[in-house]
T-cell receptor, first 110, second 112 residues
Framework: KNEVEQSPQNLTAQEGEFITINCSYS?????LHWLQQHPGGGIVSLFM???GKKKHGRLIATINIQEKHSSLHITASHPRDSAVYIC????????????FGTGTSLTVIP | NAGVMQNPRHLVRRRGQEARLRCSPM?????VYWYRQLPEEGLKFMVY????????ESGMPKERFSAEFPKEGPSILRIQQVVRGDSAAYFC??????????FGPGTRLTVL
């Protein structure tokens, strides 16, 4: 069983739609990251969260520590948002390891 | 402040050769992490290093793989006697102590 579960695995949306990607984890964490990976490209860190909510442009990330759950929201989605979004939890007391979700592949259609 | 640098970006090796992947952390970052992404799979932790120390190598295969982060110069991930199954994207990340990790662009290794 994965320490980090993401849903959905694949998501197709029309341009302009509001998108939510969910992440659940089963271990105590120091922080949670949302990462973005474009096809054939590198990885960009979107957010690092340990509590509450963060917003950057059209992206919003929330985390509920008690429920061990985080969501990534994209408002007014755009085709350039098409990418794989990866949830990663950082557990400092095991040597600063990251545990990664399998990713959500998002396609935004014009 | 340049980001995390990795080179080469693409590396082709024949079976049995050695692969050396380099990672230069961001300025001021003393922690380096290596991750592997196999085709059609998610990212997996390999090793966590600080200068001249391996902190956690629990994700490293037992044989053929080694990593170092010397006092001077980049971190090196070395794969000896590569096999086709080593073909993957290898990502490096760096961070300050207990800080956010920033990822490099990755090195795509292809073993023929």
């Amino acid at each position: 069983k994965n320490e980090v579960e993401q849903s959905p695995q694949n998501l197709t949306a029309q341009e302009g739609e509001f998108i939510t990607i969910n992440c659940s984890y089963s271990v105590g964490i120091s922080a949670l990251h949302w990462l973005q990976q474009h096809p054939g490209g590198g990885i960009v860190s979107l957010f690092m969260l340990s509590s509450g909510k963060k917003k950057h442009g059209r992206l919003i990330a929330t985390i509920n520590i008690q429920e061990k759950h985080s969501s990534l929201h994209i408002t007014a989605s755009h085709p350039r948002d098409s990418a794989v979004y990866i949830c990663a939890v950082w557990i400092a007391n095991t040597g600063n390891q990251f545990y990664f979700g399998t990713g959500t592949s998002l396609t935004v259609i014009p | 402040n340049a980001g995390v640098m990795q080179n080469p970006r693409h590396l082709v090796r024949r079976r049995g050769q050695e692969a050396r992947l380099r990672c230069s952390p961001m300025k001021g970052h003393s922690h380096v992490y290596w991750y592997r992404q196999l085709p059609e799979e998610g990212l997996k932790f390999m090793v966590y290093l600080q200068k001249e120390n391996i902190i956690d190598e629990s994700g490293m295969p037992k044989e053929r793989f080694s990593a170092e982060f010397p006092k001077e110069g980049p971190s090196i991930l070395r794969i000896q006697q590569v096999v086709r199954g080593d073909s993957a994207a290898y990502f490096c990340a760096s961070s300050p102590p207990r800080g956010e990790q920033f990822f490099g662009p990755g090195t795509r290794l292809t073993v023929l």
